[in-house]
Nanobody
């Protein structure tokens, strides 16, 4: 089984910054893509940013130039640096990790989510 734990959410004023972290652990042989999603009540979960094992990144248009995703493969950890935060960034942020367990069993695991609230 693979466990995914996020941390770093909280309350911040508009224009401020937060850094989210997400660590994967357990029966992991190989991690491929890692990503951050967010969800607000009544709306679908949306992809914020993702990063491949090789370091290729992609971002939602709404966060380009403000958010930066990075990862530490040795620590099975992914980060999301969020700058110039806006009220519309308020959401629960979820981490997703895709990879393989031993014996090539694929997995896609989610964290429990961390709340980010941006006040005006």
């Amino acid at each position: 089984q693979v466990q995914v734990v996020e941390s770093g959410g909280g309350l911040v004023q508009a224009g401020g910054s937060l850094r989210l972290s997400c660590a994967a652990s357990g029966s992991i042989f190989y991690i491929n893509a890692m990503g951050w999603y967010r969800q607000v009540p009544g709306k679908q979960r949306e992809l914020v940013a993702s990063i491949t094992r090789a370091g290729s990144t992609s971002y939602a248009d709404s966060v380009k130039g403000r958010f930066t995703i990075s990862r530490d493969n040795a620590k099975s950890t992914v980060y999301l640096q969020m700058n110039s935060l806006k009220r519309e960034d308020t959401a629960v942020y979820y981490c997703n990790v895709d990879g393989h367990r031993p014996l090539s069993q694929p997995f896609s695991s989610w964290g429990q989510g961390t709340q980010v609230t941006v006040s005006s």
